[in-house]
């Protein structure tokens, strides 16, 4: 399984961006996807996770109601919207994905990551 996240930038804050997460062939249709971040001197957390028919999203409270998770079975890929994107938004963005249909915020429960793409908010 290979996983290619991009999108990551410099914003300012409040502004938008969009990331991206492409799986290889064969490796995306009916699994669970989720992404994390991890800021500098700090631990991986979850953001947010979605199933493997998209209809049950999970996302951590520090983005609910800013950030939108989707994926698009057709091209393989998933997206976080994240719009009025705050300083401590600001960290290297992994997608992962389960080997199940069921979404977690865990992230033991991922077993492919992909490298991460770097979001900078500056204020």
């Known amino acids: 399984v290979q996983l290619q996240a991009s999108g990551g930038g410099l914003v300012q804050a409040g502004g938008s961006l969009r990331l991206s997460c492409a799986a290889s062939e064969h490796a995306f249709t009916g699994y669970a996807m989720g992404w994390f971040r991890q800021a500098p001197g700090k631990e991986r957390e979850f953001v947010s996770a979605?199933?493997?028919?998209?209809?049950?999203?999970y996302y951590a409270d520090s983005v609910k109601g800013r950030f939108t998770i989707s994926r698009d079975d057709a091209k393989s890929t998933m997206y976080l919207y994240m719009n009025s994107l705050k300083p401590e938004d600001a960290a290297v963005y992994y997608c992962?994905?389960?080997?199940?249909?069921?979404?977690?915020?865990?992230?033991?429960?991922?077993?492919?990551w992909g490298r991460g793409t770097l979001v900078t908010v500056s204020s």
């Open positions: 979605i199933s493997g028919k998209g209809g049950i999203t």
């Open positions: 992962a994905r389960r080997d199940v249909p069921f979404p977690s915020r865990e992230s033991t429960d991922f077993r492919s």
